[in-house]
């Protein structure tokens, strides 16, 4: 068996999130009681009790969705459960290399911090715009996306799964892109409920920006490596870590390729730990042969567990 641990992304986000955990755990509480005193707020409460406009929002939202995850991580690691490999989508790629060892975690809850701060000012609201497209080849996305071009910024943002591509960009050209994938015959086509348009050119001022920041901390070589977001790719190296994370916030986040790389070099059971069962779906229709498994509370802990033979 070998193991993949997966960390979701931002809008895998819910109240109550790790409240579990935290209730029954003390390694868990510890996480949100780091995480609060780096960022001046209590952190879990937010989570608990919101309000939900308020967790929804980037900069409240990045760290909220890493802590969580880090917090439902320990009591695993305390069982003796390991991985040999780990991937996160998007925001969860920091959670990745945050468990592979190449953060502090209080560096790491800073940084998402300013990476979410960063990504909402670097398009003023409302000029910006992401929309799922289903059912749709991704040399046909890419095609409409380049029609639509001409209309202003659009491109592939997120190539999560076969047949689910998510585009970004300025909202007239999505727009424009949205009506040409209607038309081409794509099954749906979703707009989607951020303010940011994350992964396209309209976040390279962000991705400046970040770059400073990854300057100014402490990055480690990892004890496992990651399949990263930018071009599913395993690095393990800290000087690879850099320009990754600056390269992924513009870049289209590769997640199929990332899990179809990980079964080909033999991975056969991928877990995800964080809120939600968004990467386990995907990865289950990524590849059909693997075992998908998720903890986000002590029951679905213990299923895990089990199925694993610990």
Known sequence: MKIAFIFPGQGSQYLGMAKDFCEHFDESKEVFETASSVLGYD???????????????????????????????????????????????SLGEYTAITAAGGFEFKDAVALVRKRGQFMQEAVPEGTGLMAAILGMERQDVEKTCLEAAKNGIVAPANYNSPGQIVIAGEKQAVEKAMELARTAGAKRVIP??????????????????????????????????????????FIRTAAELRPSLVGQISSPLYWEDSI?????????TFIEIGPGKVLSGLVKRISKDVKVLNVEDRKSMTDTLSALGI
């Open 43 to 89: 952190l879990l409460q937010l989570c608990l009790n919101g309000p939900v406009e308020k967790l929804n929002l980037t900069e409240y939202t990045q760290p909220a969705i890493l802590s969580a995850s880090i917090a439902l991580l320990q009591p695993l690691v305390r069982r003796g459960l390991e991985a040999s490999a780990a991937a996160g989508h």
């Open 192 to 233: 989607l409920p951020v303010s940011v348009p994350s992964h396209c050119a309209m976040m390279k001022q962000a991705g400046e920006r970040l770059a400073r920041e990854l300057e100014r901390i402490t990055i480690s070589d990892l004890h496992i490596p990651i399949v990263n977001n930018a071009n599913a790719k």
């Open 260 to 268: 179809k790389h990980l079964a080909a070099e033999g991975y056969d």
